[in-house]
């Protein structure tokens, strides 16, 4: 699964990556403005991709606070909300000033691609109707985790600005740490079953 998705996200920046090294040269564009519209182009598409990505997430902890009964859970499940909405809300005046448009309506479901689909309706009916829904909750959040990860990793390479050079570095200590935290919780809780 994890596989899956990182060859996801990376077939997806690698197509984007040439689709931008073509274009120019066929248009004649100049190195520097290249340059420029790439990492232009990688932002946008990282907007573009971690809205609807922490849209799911922010949707499953929804869930937890009213399905979960333990206080670990439900404590991860806020900070992911506030964490994520607070991100959300940034990224799309980043997008607004930088792209002078709002995101394109198609862009909110891009995330079915490749496998990406973590946080669709169909894992929620499947987290909703889990008998245990604790241990259901960390088996889908660790590789939406580990998505947002690898997302967020990929941008750092690519990006030239600060804000979104921050964001990803953000995204990547903290779900990783929360990532290691609900493995603790998974090895823990499936012994006391």
């Known amino acids: 699964m ?15 990556i040439i689709g931008l090294i073509v274009s ?11 340059a ?5 182009t990688v932002d946008k598409h990282f907007i573009e991709q971690m809205i609807p990505h922490h849209e799911g997430a922010i949707a499953m902890a929804e869930l937890a606070l009213q399905r979960s009964k333990r206080p670990e ?12 909405q607070k991100e959300i809300v940034q990224m799309n005046q980043w997008y607004s000033n930088w792209f002078s448009s ?6 909110m479901g891009g995330m079915v691609m490749s496998g990406m689909s973590m946080g669709s309706e169909k894992e929620l009916e499947i987290l909703r109707n889990s008998k245990d829904f604790d241990l259901e909750f960390i088996r889908q959040m660790i590789p939406h985790h580990e998505m947002a990860v690898v997302m967020a990793e990929m941008l ?21 740490q929360e990532i290691e935290t609900m493995r603790g919780w998974y090895t823990s809780w499936s012994v006391i079953k």
């Open 2 to 16: 994890k596989k899956e998705i990182t060859y996801g996200v990376v077939g997806l920046f690698i197509g984007i």
């Open 73 to 84: 859970i439900l404590s991860l499940a806020t900070n992911i909300i506030e964490a994520q």
């Open 102 to 107: 709002s995101i394109p309506v198609h862009s």
């Open 156 to 176: 750092e390479t690519s990006s030239n600005r600060k804000e979104m050079l921050n964001l990803a570095k953000q995204i990547t200590i903290s779900q990783s």
């Open 24 to 34: 120019p040269m066929t248009l004649g564009t100049r190195p520097m403005s290249f």
């Open 36 to 40: 420029g519209s790439m990492n232009s």
